[in-house]
């Protein structure tokens, strides 16, 4: 007993010591002391240690049930600040790095339930049908109320090759549904492109990762060797990643010295401004931005910032709200608490956390399917679908010759050489009404600017009149 009572003292003044630290550092925005009536909290935590200790039916580690306080401390701030064991830290910083293990999937806490932020293209989660919005309500047998981001985090991953089952709930589901999902490692592959209408570039970015900006740089330059004039950023299912990233990749469409994003926090040392530089030459295509409810933290500080500043036009659904500044905190035992220290602003001044990013266009993202139906088309076998992607005008019996034609002109070639490309192209936005709307949109941009700058608009003289009789 003299034994446990002595460890008491050291974990007080080990308490007293972390207080102190806190406050010579600048992690609490002012030096105040510690009121009387947390060291008599702290006091009772020791009676109620040595109780169970003593008393409770089984013995119980001491370890086990510190690391169970802590967690239920840092549980009653927000979902997004946590412990992290020494593995789940080292996981932490693995997962920066762009590769890692898992089901490939972004999850928050919104409303006490584990909800899937987005799931990462090409992933087991991904090619399973998990979508963005999905409530996971139990992992294998164990049910996540009250489960903490880290733990939930602790359960879905493990070995390579293994399968897990996950409990869905979904909207659109009468009754919850199990997914058996076999993990994998992790490989993001954080930028994609492709050339939509022979001038507007197509660049999605899966996730802010530490090469996300670098290969950004060769995504537009390969683009603007095929002599883009406009572009699509698709941010959409993109959970976030590195700050610095988000930063890096909305100068890359600014001028200098723009004010991209900035945090508020409770200390001055919380409080910072991040602004666009002329280190790398931006680019000036007309811009639209493409987001969703699976959009969320780095994702939303790139929208926010392109649209408070005019840059790009936003399409699409509402973003998750994710705005927030999580500081790492490395411990003295190989541990680490994830700790929420500001929040995020745009340019403007909006507020990112809770509220998300509205679009400037809103498109709700239907299945093709469903914009048939709506649009009154009726469906037809899919076979004669599958046959029609191949068939024009050329293909039809007595079909009327073209002037080309008529001339001698073959281009069948060419379109030989480019119709898997365009196959590929056509059934991708054929899928995505959100995409077709910005190609349209951008498409047209030409034909709009000459419009409008022939414009001639008539005003009436001040003394003219409509007589009536």
Same mark, same amino acid.
């Given at each position: 007993?003299? !034994?446990?009572?002595?460890?008491?003292?050291?974990?007080?003044?080990?308490?007293?010591?972390?207080?102190?630290?806190?406050?010579?550092?600048?992690?609490?925005?002012?030096?105040?002391?510690?009121?009387?009536?947390?060291?008599?909290?702290?006091?009772?935590?020791?009676?109620?240690?040595?109780?169970?200790?003593?008393?409770?039916?089984?013995?119980?580690?001491?370890?086990?049930?510190?690391?169970?306080?802590?967690?239920?401390?840092?549980?009653?701030?927000?979902?997004?600040?946590?412990?992290?064991?020494?593995?789940?830290?080292?996981?932490?910083?693995?997962?920066?790095?762009?590769?890692?293990?898992?089901?490939?999937?972004?999850?928050?806490?919104?409303?006490?339930?584990?909800?899937?932020?987005?799931?990462? #293209?090409?992933?087991?989660?991904?090619?399973?049908?998990?979508?963005?919005?999905?409530?996971?309500?139990?992992?294998?047998?164990?049910?996540?109320?009250?489960?903490?981001?880290?733990? %939930?985090?602790?359960?879905?991953?493990?070995?390579?090759?293994?399968?897990?089952?996950?409990?869905?709930?979904?909207?659109?589901?009468?009754?919850?549904?199990?997914?058996?999902?076999?993990?994998?490692?992790?490989?993001?592959?954080?930028?994609?492109?492709?050339?939509? #209408?022979?001038?507007?570039?197509?660049?999605?970015?899966?996730?802010?990762?530490?090469?996300?900006?670098?290969?950004?740089?060769?995504?537009?330059?390969?683009?603007?060797?095929?002599?883009?004039?406009?572009?699509?950023?698709?941010?959409?299912?993109?959970?976030?990643?590195?700050?610095?990233?988000?930063?890096?990749?909305?100068?890359?469409?600014?001028?200098?010295?723009?004010?991209?994003?900035?945090?508020?926090?409770?200390?001055?040392?919380?409080?910072?401004?991040?602004?666009?530089?002329?280190?790398?030459?931006?680019?000036?295509?007309?811009?639209?931005?493409?987001?969703?409810?699976?959009?969320?933290? %780095?994702? #939303?500080?790139?929208?926010?910032?392109? /649209?408070?500043?005019?840059?790009?036009?936003?399409?699409?659904?509402?973003?998750?709200?994710?705005?927030?500044? /999580?500081?790492?905190?490395?411990?003295?035992?190989? @541990?680490?608490?994830?700790?929420?220290?500001?929040?995020?602003?745009?340019?403007?001044?909006?507020?990112?956390?809770?509220?998300?990013?509205?679009?400037?266009?809103?498109?709700?993202?239907?299945?093709?399917?469903?914009?048939?139906?709506? #649009?009154?088309?009726?469906?037809?076998?899919?076979?004669?679908?599958?046959?029609?992607?191949?068939?024009?005008?050329?293909?039809?019996?007595?079909?009327?010759?073209?002037? @080309?034609?008529?001339?001698?002109?073959?281009?069948?070639?060419?379109?030989?050489?480019?119709?898997?490309?365009?196959?590929?192209?056509?059934?991708?936005?054929?899928?995505?009404?959100?995409?077709?709307?910005?190609?349209?949109?951008?498409?047209? !941009?030409?034909?709009?600017?000459?419009?409008?700058?022939?414009?001639?608009?008539?005003?009436?003289?001040?003394?003219?009149?409509?007589?009536?009789?």
């Amino acid at each position: 007993m003299n !034994w446990f009572k002595n460890n008491i003292k050291v974990a007080l003044c080990g308490a007293m010591l972390i207080f102190s630290y806190f406050s010579t550092t600048g992690l609490f925005a002012e030096e105040e002391k510690t009121p009387k009536s947390t060291y008599e909290k702290l006091k009772v935590f020791s009676e109620i240690l040595s109780l169970i200790e003593m008393n409770y039916v089984e013995s119980i580690e001491n370890d086990s049930m510190i690391e169970g306080a802590i967690k239920g401390m840092v549980k009653s701030l927000d979902p997004h600040t946590s412990y992290m064991p020494p593995a789940s830290y080292k996981q932490m910083q693995v997962e920066t790095t762009g590769k890692f293990g898992g089901l490939g999937i972004e999850i928050s806490v919104r409303d006490g339930v584990l909800t899937v932020v987005s799931p990462i #293209e090409e992933t087991p989660a991904f090619r399973a049908g998990i979508k963005a919005g999905d409530k996971i309500i139990k992992i294998e047998n164990e049910s996540t109320l009250d489960m903490t981001l880290q733990d %939930a985090v602790g359960l879905l991953r493990g070995e390579t090759g293994s399968p897990i089952k996950i409990t869905i709930f979904r909207k659109s589901f009468k009754a919850p549904k199990e997914f058996t999902i076999v993990r994998d490692i992790i490989k993001v592959r954080s930028i994609m492109s492709e050339l939509y #209408e022979n001038d507007i570039g197509y660049i999605k970015i899966r996730s802010f990762s530490k090469n996300t900006s670098s290969d950004l740089d060769k995504a537009l330059e390969e683009l603007g060797q095929k002599g883009i004039t406009k572009l699509i950023l698709d941010v959409r299912n993109n959970p976030g990643g590195l700050l610095n990233q988000a930063v890096e990749v909305t100068d890359r469409f600014l001028n200098r010295e723009n004010l991209i994003v900035y945090t508020k926090g409770r200390s001055d040392e919380q409080n910072m401004r991040f602004t666009s530089h002329d280190k790398v030459a931006g680019v000036s295509y007309p811009m639209i931005i493409l987001v969703n409810g699976g959009s969320a933290s %780095a994702s #939303e500080i790139v929208a926010g910032a392109l /649209q408070d500043l005019n840059r790009a036009v936003i399409l699409g659904t509402q973003t998750f709200g994710k705005g927030s500044v /999580q500081t790492i905190i490395p411990l003295s035992d190989g @541990s680490a608490l994830r700790l929420t220290t500001a929040r995020y602003y745009t340019p403007s001044g909006r507020v990112i956390q809770e509220n998300g990013i509205k679009p400037d266009i809103v498109v709700e993202m239907k299945p093709f399917s469903d914009v048939e139906k709506a #649009e009154g088309i009726k469906e037809e076998p899919e076979e004669k679908t599958r046959l029609r992607r191949f068939l024009r005008e050329k293909d039809l019996k007595k079909h009327l010759k073209g002037k @080309s034609s008529i001339e001698g002109a073959d281009d069948e070639r060419l379109d030989q050489l480019d119709g898997a490309k365009n196959k590929e192209l056509n059934e991708n936005l054929e899928k995505d009404n959100q995409l077709q709307q910005a190609v349209a949109l951008l498409s047209g !941009w030409e034909v709009m600017k000459k419009m409008f700058k022939n414009l001639k608009v008539i005003t009436p003289k001040p003394d003219s009149r409509v007589g009536m009789k």
